[in-house]
């Protein structure tokens, strides 16, 4: 159980474009998932927390209008990168957590974004 | 300072060898404690939870010492399956936040 899919798994874009990216809970209901970004050789970087049916939560020097987040559904969350840029070439991650706050988080087999 | 703090290593240990990574966090309060292990270009995938009374499963152990402010993770009879990078994870709260580690790269030499 607790399994988080993620679609697509790789794409390539030219700089001006968006891309969506999908977080799916397959087998249990997530109220609240999480997208992450990684860069190479770093850790995993916390960018919003999405929350089903209201507004994402931003972490501090993330741009809500380019990282535009829907949660419309207790399995579903989707990124959208607007406008990406090569500097937003990066390893995008989501996760969800199946039970209560505090509890473990399961994560998606992330997005590789290449900006050219 | 960090929440979250780990030696990077790299750790290049033979196999069969244990070895131990220590986490340390800085809020006293934290409530919740994982470690996740990451192979290269994937996804992390949780390992175990740490509980208070330190837990095992098979050759991996995990304790946590609040006193100290620090999670540990020992693994016996390394694998060469086992190389990967360690993230130590702390839910400071029974909040949503989430800190990761930096992670710690281990490589298990044959």
């Known amino acids: 159980g607790a399994v988080v899919s993620q679609h697509p798994s790789w794409v390539i874009c030219k700089s001006g474009t968006s891309v969506k990216i999908e977080c799916r809970s397959l087998d249990f209901q997530a109220t609240t998932m999480f997208w992450y970004r990684q860069f190479p050789k770093q850790s995993l970087m916390l960018m919003a927390t999405s929350n089903e049916g209201s507004k994402a939560t931003y972490e501090q020097g993330v741009e809500k209008d380019k990282f535009l987040i829907n949660h419309a559904s207790l399995t579903l969350s989707t990124l959208t990168v607007t406008s990406a840029h090569p500097e937003d070439s990066s390893f995008y991650i989501c996760?969800?957590?199946?039970?209560?706050?505090?509890?473990?988080?399961?994560f998606g087999p992330g997005t590789r974004l290449t900006v050219t | 300072r960090k929440e979250v703090e780990q030696d990077p290593g790299p750790f290049n240990v033979p196999e069969g060898a244990t070895v131990a990574f220590n986490c340390t966090y800085s809020n006293s309060a934290s409530q919740s404690f994982f470690w996740y292990r990451q192979d290269c270009r994937k996804e992390p995938k949780l390992l175990m939870s740490?509980?208070?009374s330190g837990n095992e499963d098979g050759r991996f152990t995990a304790q946590l010492n609040r006193a100290s402010q620090y999670i540990s993770l020992l693994i016996r009879d390394s694998k060469l399956s086992d190389s990967a990078t360690y993230l130590c994870?702390?839910?400071?709260?029974?909040?949503?936040?989430?800190?990761f580690g930096t992670g710690t790269s281990l490589t298990v030499i044959p």
């Open positions: 740490v509980y208070s």
């Open positions: 996760s969800a957590r199946p039970g209560l706050a505090g509890g473990e988080q399961y």
């Open positions: 994870v702390v839910n400071p709260n029974t909040g949503n936040q989430f800190y």
